[in-house]
């Protein structure tokens, strides 16, 4: 593209949003000439982040402020709920918009599912048939061609990536597939919470949402596709006191005739050629330090004392391969720019 693409933000003023202005404010095909963030419209963002202070940014506004006529790509960092309100507004007012959603409300192609999973029915069901999942390794052919990526979830990028390959190829069984994850506190987004608090959280973990996490469902509905039936999932989400990063380990039963280091070989062949997957040698476990602040994502795979069974594990940053950097990802590939555009940052160590 000869110009600049024209983006704007919504709801910048969270975690999402500030990575994404921080990732866009280095993209060289990129202008951003809007920011909506209710709560704290009128203010600067430096005013809310002042790591921004050095750079001239559109200041913060409502969403019915933005000039839609001026934006060709809306990334959307609203709460779910909100967002398909939102997005099913804009894109009557300007069908020709490029979205790309981080909230969950377009990510579940059945209607039915979202609404037993989020207690209410979906309010765009239009938009809802012609969103694409927005993960990108594997859905990169449906993403270019798209008018609305519905961007993964954190938890979900980090534990289909390892998973996926391996159902296509059948060398591991549709059950159980028992994922255990933590993730670090900016997870929880921005707000002031009690149960966030520096005392309420340090020293110590626990589990949450157990047997009930909405990202199950994304898990539940990937994993099928990716076996040619049903596969459920068991997945438990844990807060640790870190600030960044998803750790996922996920055991695994092998496949009649597979082992672990098949397992490893077929990860292998498949992210070869994936500027952001490494999969690690046999036996080597990823640590999430070495991803931090970055898009890239590594995966190890290691054998299990017990026969016949496998343990993977992956780790991401959450905020940006798992949110803002896959949506940046996600827009490069709809503009038909190179995938790696502005997404080139080398992970934070120490």
């Not at 967002?83 to 959603?101: G, M, R, Y």
């Amino acid at each position: 593209m000869s110009e600049k693409i024209k983006v704007a933000v919504l709801g910048a003023s969270g975690y999402t949003g500030s990575e994404l202005v921080r990732l866009l404010l280095r993209h060289p095909a990129v202008e951003i000439v809007a920011l909506s963030a209710d709560s704290k419209a009128g203010r600067t963002m430096a005013e809310v982040f002042a790591q921004f202070t050095p750079f001239a940014l559109p200041r913060l506004v409502k969403i019915d402020e933005i000039d839609l006529a001026g934006v060709d790509v809306v990334f959307c960092g609203l709460p779910h709920a909100t967002t398909q309100v939102v997005l099913k507004k804009l894109l009557a007012d300007k069908p020709s918009l490029k979205v790309i959603d981080l909230s969950a409300d377009f990510r579940l192609s059945d209607p039915a599912a979202y609404e037993a999973w989020y207690g209410h029915a979906h309010q765009a069901l239009d938009l809802q048939r012609e969103a694409v999942y927005g993960l990108t390794e594997i859905h990169r052919e449906k993403i270019a061609g798209a008018r609305l990526v519905a961007n993964p979830g954190c938890f979900t990028t980090c534990s289909l990536l390892p998973v996926l390959p391996l159902l296509s190829a059948g060398v591991i069984e549709n059950d159980p597939i028992i994922i255990d994850a933590k993730t670090g506190m900016s997870g929880a987004g921005r707000a002031a919470k009690e149960g966030m608090l520096f005392s309420e959280v340090a020293e110590g973990i626990h589990a949450y949402g157990v047997a009930s996490h909405r990202h199950t469902a994304e898990l539940d509905q990937e994993y099928s596709l990716a076996a040619g039936q049903p596969v459920v999932a068991t997945f438990t989400p844990h807060l640790t006191p870190m600030i960044r990063g998803i750790y996922a380990t996920i055991y695994v039963r092998l496949a009649h005739g597979a082992d672990a280091a098949k397992l490893q070989t077929v990860l292998a062949e498949r992210y070869r050629a994936e500027p952001f997957v490494t999969v690690l040698p046999l036996g080597q476990v990823p640590q999430s330090r070495h991803v931090k602040g970055s898009n890239h994502v590594q995966i190890g795979v290691v054998a299990d004392r017990i026969p016949g069974r496998a343990i993977l594990i992956s780790t991401i940053d959450n905020l940006v391969k798992g949110a803002s950097g896959q949506a940046v990802q996600n827009m490069n590939l709809v503009c038909g720019l190179p995938e790696t555009t502005g997404l080139d940052q080398i992970a934070l160590f120490p």
